[in-house]
């Protein structure tokens, strides 16, 4: 174990990549007009920055208790609407605080059906988030970090650089605005705390829901940005908020073994693991934090994992690249593995998905199929994932933000370009 994760002082893991994850925290960025986005906090946050804005102890009790709901459980971002708040109060408020969202660059759906949302944040950086529908459950795939720092040489995102964690707020954000464009949140309204404005129909109800899960495994290493990860799943997680099971979710990691843990205790949800391969050599080139960690400690991580049972099994992810990782020795060492390990287990097998520049190719599908079955007779669930939104590059690998690799001068230059042409 690092000698870092012992010391408060210093909690950065130096590990391989072009920079450490996150050396400074990034400081909030004042808005101009001087008003506090609440998205992101805690109800004990809200209940702060009310004393820091005036309201007495009591009162900021009942209105953190008032807000929490109103943004995590109703999805509502205009004060006027929140009806259980007097209307100075709901003045109040507006002329100080804000509810934001992500800003959308680009929003694209895939002949599959997939949807995928280039997101901006409050200082310029982007980000993306993918939305996979299926017959019996949709899934929203978050994103952790802009940018990455593990330069995983199959993964597009991987030769990115890793520009900053994002914030709590960034984070539940993408959640909070899949359910808006999905029209998820509860529909009726609530009885007004004035007599003269109470709604008759002061009743809600939550509709079926398209969005039931959650994986955090979008852009960047989750376990990188451990806080503020935590502090996000723990409000789409609250019975009072977004009120999506622990059982729902999955966090993905490429195996920061320090960390595994600590996950399990303070997070509690589903464990997914990137193994991609089973020697050192073919994991070291495709997952280069192997070299930090191996597969053995890895593996004995994932045993250790207080979490993982034959009901809540690890999933460990891997994609098939031809000629690489996807012999059948490969599959009977991996079979090995997990049983030597006895690890509560199923294997995602995951195509290949190609992305501009890479010199890897997908395995064929007839490789694929005997590859699953060798792991199947095995004892082992090994189903291949199909490939969904590779039209639209949302699929397993492809995310990445283009504008990453812009200057600021050139963006500059863009928009004054794009301005003059619109005249």
Same mark, same amino acid.
């Given at each position: 174990?690092?000698?870092?994760?012992?010391?408060?002082?210093?909690?950065?893991?130096?590990?391989?990549?072009?920079?450490?994850?996150?050396?400074?925290?990034?400081?909030?960025?004042?808005?101009?007009?001087?008003?506090?986005?609440?998205?992101?906090?805690?109800?004990?946050?809200?209940?702060?920055?009310?004393?820091?804005?005036?309201?007495?102890?009591?009162?900021?009790?009942?209105?953190?208790?008032?807000?929490?709901?109103?943004?995590?459980?109703?999805?509502?971002?205009?004060?006027?609407?929140?009806?259980?708040?007097?209307?100075?109060?709901?003045?109040?408020?507006?002329?100080?605080?804000?509810?934001?969202?992500?800003?959308?660059?680009?929003?694209?759906?895939?002949?599959?059906?997939?949807?995928?949302?280039?997101?901006?944040?409050?200082?310029?950086?982007?980000?993306?988030?993918?939305?996979?529908?299926?017959?019996?459950?949709?899934?929203?795939?978050?994103?952790?970090?802009?940018?990455?720092?593990?330069?995983?040489?199959?993964?597009?995102?991987?030769?990115?650089?890793?520009?900053? !964690?994002?914030?709590?707020?960034?984070?539940?954000?993408?959640?909070?605005? /899949?359910?808006?464009?999905?029209?998820?949140?509860?529909?009726?309204?609530?009885?007004?705390? !004035?007599?003269?404005?109470?709604?008759?129909?002061?009743?809600?109800? /939550?509709?079926?829901?398209?969005?039931?899960?959650?994986?955090?495994?979008?852009?960047?290493?989750?376990?990188?940005?451990?806080?503020?990860?935590?502090?996000?799943?723990?409000?789409?997680?609250?019975?009072?908020?977004? /009120?999506?099971?622990?059982?729902?979710?999955?966090?993905?990691?490429?195996?920061?073994?320090?960390?595994?843990?600590?996950?399990? =205790?303070?997070?509690?949800?589903?464990?997914?693991?990137?193994?991609?391969?089973?020697?050192?050599?073919?994991?070291?080139?495709?997952?280069?934090?192997?070299?930090?960690?191996?597969?053995?400690?890895?593996?004995?991580?994932?045993?250790?994992?207080?979490?993982?049972?034959?009901?809540?099994?690890?999933?460990?992810?891997?994609?098939?690249?031809?000629?690489?990782?996807?012999?059948?020795?490969?599959?009977?060492?991996?079979?090995?593995?997990?049983?030597?390990?006895?690890?509560?287990?199923?294997?995602?097998?995951?195509?290949? !998905?190609?992305?501009?520049?890479?010199?890897?190719?997908?395995?064929?599908?007839?490789?694929?199929?005997?590859?699953?079955?060798?792991?199947?007779?095995?004892?082992?669930?090994?189903?291949?994932?199909?490939?969904?939104?590779?039209?639209?590059?949302?699929?397993?690998?492809?995310?990445?933000?283009?504008? =990453?690799?812009?200057?600021?001068?050139?963006?500059?230059?863009?928009?004054?370009?794009?301005?003059?042409?619109?005249?």
């Amino acid at each position: 174990m690092c000698a870092a994760m012992h010391s408060a002082a210093n909690p950065i893991m130096p590990i391989p990549g072009l920079i450490d994850p996150v050396p400074v925290p990034r400081a909030v960025t004042p808005r101009e007009d001087g008003r506090v986005d609440m998205l992101g906090l805690t109800r004990a946050q809200m209940k702060g920055v009310l004393e820091e804005a005036g309201l007495d102890q009591k009162a900021a009790k009942l209105r953190s208790k008032q807000l929490f709901h109103w943004l995590y459980h109703r999805g509502e971002t205009d004060f006027e609407k929140m009806t259980d708040l007097a209307k100075p109060m709901r003045l109040w408020m507006a002329e100080r605080f804000i509810v934001g969202r992500p800003q959308v660059v680009e929003a694209q759906v895939s002949n599959d059906g997939t949807r995928k949302w280039l997101l901006r944040s409050d200082d310029g950086q982007d980000y993306e988030m993918v939305f996979i529908p299926d017959a019996d459950r949709g899934t929203l795939c978050v994103s952790s970090q802009v940018g990455c720092t593990l330069n995983c040489s199959f993964c597009h995102t991987g030769t990115m650089r890793l520009v900053r !964690n994002l914030t709590p707020g960034e984070i539940v954000g993408q959640v909070m605005l /899949a359910r808006d464009a999905l029209g998820e949140w509860p529909k009726g309204s609530m009885a007004s705390a !004035n007599d003269d404005e109470t709604d008759e129909d002061s009743q809600y109800t /939550a509709d079926g829901r398209m969005l039931t899960n959650i994986v955090m495994m979008g852009m960047g290493e989750p376990l990188y940005n451990f806080d503020h990860v935590r502090d996000a799943l723990k409000l789409v997680m609250d019975g009072d908020g977004l /009120a999506l099971s622990k059982r729902r979710i999955t966090l993905s990691t490429s195996g920061v073994v320090p960390m595994m843990a600590r996950a399990a =205790e303070e997070i509690g949800v589903n464990l997914a693991v990137s193994l991609h391969a089973v020697t050192k050599e073919v994991r070291d080139e495709l997952v280069p934090l192997n070299r930090k960690y191996g597969i053995e400690e890895l593996l004995q991580a994932c045993a250790d994992y207080p979490k993982a049972n034959n009901a809540r099994r690890i999933t460990f992810e891997y994609v098939m690249i031809k000629d690489k990782n996807d012999s059948d020795a490969d599959a009977h060492e991996l079979v090995r593995l997990i049983r030597k390990y006895k690890l509560p287990a199923k294997v995602n097998l995951i195509p290949f !998905n190609p992305w501009p520049g890479t010199d890897y190719e997908c395995s064929s599908p007839e490789r694929i199929r005997a590859f699953s079955t060798i792991v199947f007779e095995g004892g082992i669930s090994a189903p291949v994932r199909t490939p969904r939104g590779r039209d639209i590059m949302a699929a397993c690998g492809q995310l990445k933000s283009a504008s =990453e690799k812009k200057s600021k001068a050139e963006l500059k230059r863009l928009a004054e370009e794009k301005q003059a042409a619109l005249g």
